[in-house]
């Protein structure tokens, strides 16, 4: 009787783990196929230098990667994109979350404003950095115009060395602050409402109950918003690419590893150099998302 009923849970049980694995199979091959592999090929591309007209690879061992610790310009585009990650995901998640808290209140017409805000989220990117070019315009943009309105002289927003990355974090920032807010928003309306009827009980401020409660239990939805913006800040391409041409005296110090990887690979026609600049973002990448893992302990509050 015993070994019956070990058998048939035995079949439950088999039965429960084979439908889990069914439901996630589309996940995980799509995460073999998409990332897993390209990963495993482009590690392989790097030991090999592309040969003539981009035809035959020549296998090199890790002269790619010397020469890539030694190219000056390899740093400076490390530089540009950590400085951009740094412009454009603390601005971002801050304006989000001050948005996701005033949508979150009792306001008329809340759902046209989530989505006015959602609405650069789902433009093409191309479209929306031609638009950004045109108010930067140094001749006949609107932003030029406004200034010049009040007296001001006119900026060159795109081609000064000093303003262009600025320039393009401030699109960075409009672009994910209405997805950044979404989810921010989602997290928010999870939080019972209990805690703030009971600190309303206690006389607590509005501002006391954002730090105190709000905060606190926002904090994975927080964590999360925070390693997805990181990871998305760091492979910043198109709008660099649609704003800055490497004639323009701008280049140098916006520069991204991703435009790198591809002025390398498409431009230059040489492939393996062009992976090892994509592996060493992906170890960037990975090491700043560790340290996140690590640092979440000290202040993600999981309910």
């Not at 740094?86 to 017409?109: D, R």
């Not at 928010?188 to 607590?204: H, W």
């Not at 393996?272 to 979440?296: D, K, W």
Request: charged share 10%; aromatic share 14%.
């Amino acid at each position: 009787m015993n070994k019956q009923i070990a058998r048939r849970i035995s079949k439950q049980t088999w039965g429960e783990w084979s439908w889990g694995w069914f439901l996630i199979a589309p996940t995980i091959i799509g995460l073999i196929v998409l990332n897993i592999i390209p990963i495993i090929q482009t590690a392989y591309l790097s030991l090999f230098k592309s040969g003539d007209f981009g035809r035959g690879n020549i296998y090199v061992g890790l002269d790619n990667y010397r020469k890539m610790f030694s190219d000056v310009q390899v740093w400076h585009s490390v530089g540009n994109t950590l400085l951009y990650a740094l412009l454009v995901v603390p601005t971002s998640i801050a304006i989000s979350l001050i948005v996701a808290v005033f949508l979150n209140g009792k306001i008329c017409g809340k759902s046209i404003y989530r989505t006015i805000y959602f609405i650069p989220m789902v433009a093409a990117p191309a479209a929306v950095t031609m638009v950004w070019r045109w108010l930067y315009n140094e001749h006949f943009g609107l932003i030029n115009y406004l200034l010049s309105r009040i007296g001001a002289d006119a900026v060159d927003w795109v081609g000064s060395p000093k303003l262009s990355l600025i320039s393009i974090a401030i699109i960075g920032i409009w672009s994910v602050i209405g997805y950044n807010m979404v989810l921010l928003l989602a997290g928010l309306q999870e939080i019972p409402k209990d805690f703030y009827e009971a600190s309303d009980i206690d006389g607590a401020s509005r501002f006391r109950q954002f730090f105190v409660i709000t905060l606190p239990l926002l904090s994975p939805t927080l964590f999360f918003v925070v390693v997805t913006s990181i990871i998305q800040a760091m492979q910043v391409f198109d709008v660099i690419y649609m704003m800055i041409d490497v004639t323009s005296p701008a280049y140098e110090h916006t520069v991204s590893l991703v435009y790198l990887f591809y002025n390398n690979s498409f431009k230059y026609s040489n492939k393996g150099y062009g992976s090892a600049i994509v592996i060493l973002l992906l170890a960037i990448i990975l090491i700043i998302t560790f340290i996140q893992m690590r640092a979440q302990k000290k202040w993600v509050n999981y309910m």
